[in-house]
């Protein structure tokens, strides 16, 4: 609960101290930068480092959360004139200053360390300080090491993970500093333990920080422009929170679950379903729902993977013509994992800070929602010969434009979400049990099958839809390869620009999961 408490007299000189040793900070890196030369990344690395120290010890010397909060707000507000005016640049990322060519975007990371450690100080100063050490040391000290480590000696860089590239050097350093960061912690403050993780043998924390070094490793390898600085220390936190305040998950199963999620990302990456970006998506997606969801949670989500990604490969000459017309091939990254999964993603954390039925509802049917889409996509283009119309009009139109929909895909889609309720009752779920098993397979069902049409809807209106001047065809690509190799831009003929299939993709499974919940909440079962 989010908390700020009375400021104290006693906590106004290590308020003063604290200022004075970050502007100290901040003049030394202008000094070094302006005057030495250094380079500004390995100075706004050491900055970096040097203040997840400073953090870590700050319960240590304030008796209340205020003036640390003041500090927080203090820095936030600086950072994000500098970020603006640009008065300190040794504080500042910028383009190529990691000795790897990078588009010239804007790192945000300034900002999001003190709002990330803001919040962090809200929610957890009063029962967890331990926590909020935890988090930020590790975001500290690991990230800036893996920067250090990969702009300097760093020679293999990991294809297909993110815009700003990764190397092999970085996200190992990042590992292995998390690791050991996070088991120092974690048995320093096993006495302050008081719910899930107490009186847990030493092997099983070892095994905990070994999972959640690799859920670290894997946000910094996904996320860049300074977006990890914000969700490394939040996803750790989350993880530690949950398992000490939420008495129905319990440590061994989330570390099996972070198990099977880590041997599906590489088998997934094996039989070519997903690239590392996807496969990488999939492993905090999977660790997440298969470690702290259990088993009822899992198969409805292994269902849809499965069975689309089976889907997804058959038919693959009839399917072939439309390659260059979708935005992306069969091979799933991470923006569509994002996309099909997000949502769920989110209930799943929703459910665990509240343990209300109703959102597993909501889980299920953003799953149906996607998988229909999914379905309603493949077969719609693997039937022979088909009709489509518009959703918009019902003019006849190609199949595999946006917004088309056919008998046999609004078929499949409909099919396909029953196929995810169907998974969930297996498993004797309580709660559609008591709703009744018909009405759960109604619901679900035409959630997902209306969220398809939703998707359908966005496809024919406002997703982005491009003219390929190398093949004459409709395409949802913006940029087409010519036959001597070079990248051709293509024209946008309607819709957004920034309206691309993913963000598609995510309009329904929003829609799926709100119309599930929306029609639960509205019969007040599990009031």
Known sequence: MLNLQAPLSQDLPAFFLTLCLVLLFVLLAELLTRKYSVSSLVVRKIVHL???VVIFFVPGYFHSNFYPVMAALVFLLFNGINLRFGWFGSLLAVPGDNKVPSPAVKSYGSLLFP??????LLFLWESHKWILQTSMLVMGVSDSLAALVGSSVGKKHIEHLTKNPKTVEGSVTMFLSSFLLLSASLLVFSSSFSGGLAGKPVVMLLGLALLLALVATAVEALLSHGLDNFF???SIAYVLYVLEMNQTIFLD???LGGLFAFLLAVFSIKVKFLNNSGA???????TTIFGIGGVVWTVPLLTFYLLSSV???LGKKRKAKFDLVFEKGSQRDAGQVYANGGIAWIMMIIFSLTNDPAIFFAYLGTLAAVQADTWATEIGTMWPNPK???VTTFKEVPVGTSGGVSVPGTSGAFLGSLFICASAILMNVKWLSDFGLVQSLLLIGFSGLLASLVDSFFGATVQAQYFDPIREKVTERTHSMSPDGVLVENRLIKGTPLVNNDLVNTFCALSGSALAYTVIQN???FK
């Open 388 to 390: 489509a119309w518009l």
């Open 232 to 234: 490394i220390p939040v």
């Open 311 to 313: 889907l997804s490969k």
């Open 253 to 255: 199963h989330f570390l």
């Open 523 to 525: 019969m007040h079962l």
């Open 50 to 52: 040097s203040m997840g």
């Open 115 to 120: 709002l990330v450690f803001l919040l962090q």
């Open 280 to 286: 990488t998506a999939t492993f905090l997606l999977g």
